[in-house]
């Protein structure tokens, strides 16, 4: 999806894996809501062709009937080799149906 072919039905399906109440702390530190989300990734769909994203180091925090929280780094590159790493805490909420939405996500640049 960040590598710039992504198409409108793939933002619908990301944008519905985020609860109504999606907050997400930027390595910046600028807060974003669920519309906040959909605009950034709306507008992701035009990055540079070659764009990848690693997960490593995925861990369990805490974990509950409703929902978990988890920690990882992502390792972000595009297709100029430009690279950054972030340590990210996501809250992610289970309905009683099964399906999972990301709750809050904080993410914090890194080095390796």
């Given at each position: ?13 990301i ?33 540079p ?24 780094r ?14 990210s ?20 640049y890194?080095?390796?």
């Open positions: 999806m960040l590598d710039g072919s992504a198409d409108d039905g793939a933002l619908q399906r944008a519905a894996r985020f609860a109504p109440q999606f907050t997400m702390v930027m390595p910046s530190g600028v807060t974003v809501d669920h519309a906040g989300a959909r605009e950034l990734f709306g507008k992701l769909r035009g990055a062709p070659g764009s990848q994203i690693t997960i490593r180091d995925m861990e369990i925090v805490a974990d509950y009937a409703s929902g978990a929280v988890v920690k990882y992502e390792y972000q590159r595009d297709g100029a080799g430009n690279a950054n790493v972030r340590r805490t996501a809250v992610l909420d289970l309905a009683a149906h099964g399906k999972v939405t990301w709750r809050h996500l904080h993410e914090t890194c080095t390796e």
